[in-house]
């Protein structure tokens, strides 16, 4: 069984910052590429950053500049650090990983963590 357990959403006021984590843990031989995603109500589930086994990272446009995503030395902690946050920033913040989960195992397959509110108030 794999986990992943996002914390560190909280009330922020409108241009602050704030870093959310993501551990993993379980049944985990390694883990590629580990990421954030966001969702408002009624809205899908949108990619924020994603960053991979070789420190390779990827934003989309509304986070280049104010958004930071990192991972620990194991690989197995992912971090977003959001800075200058908007009003159109609040949403539940998603961590997503690709998790080999055993050593003869072909291929990784998705994880979900199960969300940590971000609320921007003004």
Not at 10 to 34: P, R, W
Not at 54 to 80: I, Q
Request: aromatic share 12%; hydrophobic share 35%.
């Amino acid at each position: 069984q794999v986990r992943l357990v996002e914390s560190g959403g909280a009330l922020v006021q409108a241009g602050g910052s704030l870093k959310l984590s993501c551990a993993a843990s379980g049944s985990i031989f390694s883990i590629n590429t580990m990421g954030w995603y966001r969702q408002t109500p009624g809205k899908q589930r949108d990619l924020v950053a994603t960053i991979t086994g070789e420190d390779s990272t990827n934003y989309v446009d509304f986070a280049k500049g104010r958004f930071t995503v990192s991972r620990d030395n194991a690989g197995t902690t992912v971090y977003l650090q959001m800075n200058s946050l908007k009003p159109e920033d609040p949403a539940v913040y998603y961590c997503y990983a690709l998790v080999l989960t055993g050593r003869w195992e072909s291929a990784y397959k998705p994880f979900w963590g199960q969300g940590t509110q971000v609320t921007v108030s003004s």
